[in-house]
C-alpha cells in the first residue's frame, strides 16, 4: 500500500499546473508545460490499477484532513478510491492527456488558457471521483463547470454564447437541488457529517424526504448524464464546443453523472431507489430508443456523434438500476447473478464509451479541421483521399454500433443480458439499439467515407499526419484491447461492486450467486 498522498497528487498537480501555465503564458511553452503534466498525471495514476487490492473492493488509499472546523460545522477533506473510481480516474487522465496531444496545433488563440482550462478540469474531476465527504463531492463537481464554461464559450462556434448559457443554466439549477439536499441530510445526522459513510448509514429518513432527496438527486446528476427529458443543452453544447472541449464533455463529463448515482443517490437513498427504479429504467428506456432516431435524421456529424452518445448512456442508468426488483414487473428467472452483470455492464459502458465517443468527436474534429464544416453532405468520398482516415473511422464506428470484438460490444451485452433477466419487454427494447444504432451510423459511414467525390475541396484533403495517426491508434488499441479482454477491467472492479450493493439494500437486489460474474 502505497503511503504517499498519491490521490492529492493527481488533484492539485493538474490544477496547480494549469494555474502556473496561466501564469507564464504562451510565451514560455504552455503547449509543452501543459502535455508534460497531462503525461505525468497519467503516469501517476497507473500503480493505483497495479497497487489497489480489488479482491477486498474497499476504499483504500484513503487521505484524511480537517478541512473546516468552525461554528459547529465540521468537514473533513477526506478522499479514497475502490475499483470503479480507478477505472473512472485512468479514463479521465488517459483521455486529458490524448486532447491536448490533439490540440497541440489547432487552437491558434489564448493557447495557454486552453491548455489551463482541461489541465484544472482533469484535476477536478479526479476529485469527484475521490471525495468521500459530500461537500467536497460537491466542490469539486460544481467546479468542474467552470473551465468548461470557458472551454465552451471562448473557443466555442458561431452559437457558442447561447450553447454556454444553455449548458449553465440546466447544470447549476440542477446543482442547486443537490446542495439543498446534501445540507438537509447533514441535519440529520447524529454527529452532523457529510462523510459518505455516515449518509449511507442514515435510518431515520421518512418516506417522503428519501423521495424528494432521490427526485433531487435525479436532476442534478440525470442532467450531467444526461438522462431523458434532460438532456436538451446536449447537442447545441457539443455542436458548438471545439473538439478538446466535446471529447472531455462525451467521455468524461458525462461520466461525473453516472457516477454520482452509483456513489451517491443509490446507496444514501436506497429505498427511494428501489421505489422509482422503474422510473429510471423507463427513462432509460427512451432515451435509448429516441435519442436513436433523432440521430438518425441527423445532417450535422457532430449532432449525430451527440445524440448517439444520448442513446448509449442509456446504458448506464439501466444497468445501475436493474438491481432492483422493478415493481410491477415478474422476473423470468428469480436465481440469477443479474445484479452484478448489470452494474459491470453498466461501468463498462462508462469507460469504452469515454473511448468510443472520444475517438468518433476526435475523428470529427480531424476533418473540421480540414473542411471547416460538420455537415455530412460536404464530404462524401474521402476514403478515396484519406484512406488511414477512413479505416479509423469505420472501426470507431463499428464499435459505436457495438460489434463483437469491440468494447461497445461488451458493456451493452452485459446489460441487455441483465435485462432479460429481469424482464424480457426490458431487454427487448434495449437491444433495439443493435438496429437503430447500426442504422444511423452505417448511414453516417456512407454518406462521409463512401461514393463518388463531388467537392474540390474533398479533393485538396491530407490523410492523416503522424501526431493525428498516434492518438487514433492508440483509441483504436484501447477499444479493441477492452473488446477482446474485458477481465483485467471487470476484476478490477467486481469486488467493489459487491461491497456497493451490499450497502444499496440487499434484501431487495436481483438475487445474487455468490462467486458469479
Not at 479482491?55 to 480537517?66: D, H, K, L, P, V
Not at 454564447?161 to 449553465?168: G, L, N, R, S
Not at 472541449?245 to 453523472?257: E, R, Y
Not at 479482454?485 to 461491497?499: A, C, F, K, Q, V
Amino acid at each position: 500500500m502505497m503511503e504517499w498522498p498519491i490521490l492529492s497528487f493527481l488533484i492539485w498537480l493538474p490544477i496547480m499546473g494549469g494555474l502556473g501555465v496561466l501564469i507564464v503564458g504562451d510565451r514560455y511553452g504552455a503547449r509543452q508545460a501543459a502535455l508534460l503534466l497531462a503525461a505525468i498525471a497519467f503516469l501517476l495514476s497507473l500503480p493505483l490499477y497495479f497497487a489497489y487490492d480489488a479482491a477486498a473492493g474497499t476504499m483504500q488509499f484513503t487521505e484524511t484532513f480537517s478541512w473546516i472546523d468552525a461554528l459547529g460545522v465540521h468537514v473533513n477533506y477526506d478522499l479514497g478510491v475502490d475499483g470503479v473510481s480507478i477505472a473512472l480516474i485512468l479514463l479521465n487522465t488517459f483521455m486529458t492527456l490524448l486532447v491536448l496531444t490533439a490540440s497541440w496545433d489547432s487552437v491558434k488563440e489564448r493557447v495557454d488558457q486552453y491548455m489551463a482550462a482541461f489541465l484544472i478540469m482533469e484535476g477536478l474531476v479526479n476529485g469527484v471521483f475521490m471525495a468521500r465527504d459530500a461537500l467536497l463531492f460537491y466542490v469539486f463537481f460544481e467546479g468542474m463547470l467552470i473551465p468548461l464554461f470557458l472551454i465552451l464559450g471562448v473557443w466555442g462556434g458561431a452559437q457558442r454564447i447561447h450553447a454556454t448559457i444553455k449548458y449553465f443554466i440546466y447544470t447549476f439549477a440542477g446543482s442547486v437541488f443537490l446542495l439543498v439536499s446534501l445540507i438537509y441530510l447533514y441535519t440529520q445526522t447524529s454527529n452532523g457529517s457529510f462523510f459518505l459513510p455516515d449518509l449511507y448509514a442514515l435510518t431515520n429518513l421518512s418516506e417522503n424526504a428519501q423521495m424528494l432527496v432521490f427526485l433531487s438527486f435525479l436532476v442534478a446528476f440525470g442532467v450531467k448524464v444526461p438522462l431523458w427529458p434532460l438532456h436538451t443543452w446536449l447537442p447545441e453544447a457539443y455542436s458548438q464546443a471545439p473538439t478538446g472541449g466535446s471529447v472531455m464533455l462525451a467521455a468524461i463529463s458525462v461520466k461525473v453523472g453516472g457516477y454520482a448515482f452509483y456513489r451517491l443517490a443509490m446507496p444514501i437513498v436506497p429505498e427511494a431507489s428501489h421505489d422509482w427504479a422503474l422510473l429510471v429504467v423507463s427513462l432509460s428506456l427512451v432515451a435509448i430508443v429516441y435519442m436513436s432516431l433523432l440521430a438518425l435524421v441527423q445532417t450535422n456529424l457532430k449532432k449525430l456523434v451527440a445524440y448517439s452518445s444520448v442513446a448509449h448512456m442509456g446504458f448506464v442508468t439501466l444497468g445501475f438500476f436493474l438491481v432492483f426488483k422493478l415493481q410491477g414487473l415478474a422476473f423470468v428467472d428469480a436465481n440469477t447473478s443479474g445484479s452484478i452483470l448489470a452494474v459491470q455492464g453498466a461501468m463498462i459502458q462508462m469507460v469504452s464509451h469515454g473511448f468510443v465517443a472520444g475517438a468518433l468527436f476526435l475523428a470529427v474534429g480531424m476533418l473540421f479541421e480540414r473542411m471547416q464544416t460538420v455537415e455530412i453532405s460536404a464530404y462524401q468520398g474521402i476514403t478515396s483521399r484519406m484512406p488511414l482516415f477512413a479505416a479509423f473511422f469505420m472501426l470507431f464506428a463499428m464499435a459505436n454500433v457495438g460489434l463483437p470484438g469491440t468494447s461497445g460490444f461488451v458493456g451493452e451485452f452485459f446489460v441487455i443480458l441483465a435485462s432479460a433477466k429481469a424482464h424480457f419487454w426490458v431487454a427487448f427494447i434495449a437491444a433495439t439499439t443493435l438496429i437503430l444504432g447500426a442504422a444511423y451510423t452505417l448511414w453516417a459511414v456512407k454518406r462521409v467515407l463512401f461514393g463518388e467525390v463531388n467537392s474540390s475541396e474533398v479533393n485538396k484533403l491530407n490523410d492523416l499526419n503522424r501526431r493525428e495517426f498516434a492518438i487514433l491508434a492508440v483509441l483504436a488499441l484501447a477499444i479493441l484491447g477492452l473488446g477482446w479482454w474485458p477481465e483485467p477491467l471487470t476484476r478490477l472492479m467486481e469486488g467493489s461492486i459487491r461491497e456497493w450493493m451490499m450497502i444499496v439494500s440487499p434484501s431487495d437486489l436481483m438475487p445474487v450467486v455468490k462467486g458469479s460474474s
